[in-house]
């Protein structure tokens, strides 16, 4: 069973910055694609940024230049460096791994700035 789990969320000042990290595990397949989504109360969930084993980083506009996604392979593990915290970036962050052709979702943590 695939287990995915987030690490790293908490408190901040706007113009600050944090790193979200995020584990897969339980699989005998390397993850073919791992992302970062958000979630704000009363909104909908969105891609924040995907690294892919081949292809291009994507990242959303509202954070491009602010983030940035990395991944390290030999630890099935995907980071998010935040950078420049906005109050707008308030959200339950979720990383999601995809294996196979299958999404496996992690909890969620959460990312609070304050202005």
């Known amino acids: 069973q695939v287990q995915v789990a987030e690490s790293g969320g908490g408190s901040v000042r706007a113009g600050g910055s944090m790193r979200l990290s995020c584990t897969a595990s339980?699989?005998?397949?390397?993850?073919?694609?791992m992302a970062w989504y958000r979630q704000a109360p009363g909104k909908q969930r969105e891609l924040v940024a995907t690294?892919?084993?081949?292809?291009?980083?994507v990242y959303a506009d509202s954070v491009k230049g602010r983030f940035t996604i990395s991944r390290d392979n030999a630890k099935n593990t995907v980071y998010l460096q935040m950078n420049s915290l906005k109050p707008e970036d308030t959200a339950v962050y979720l990383c999601?791994?995809?294996?196979?052709?299958?999404?496996?979702w992690g909890q969620g943590t959460q990312v609070t700035v304050s202005s």
């Open positions: 999601t791994t995809v294996i196979r052709f299958k999404h496996y």
């Open positions: 339980g699989s005998m397949f390397d993850s073919d694609v």
């Open positions: 690294i892919p084993s081949l292809g291009s980083i």
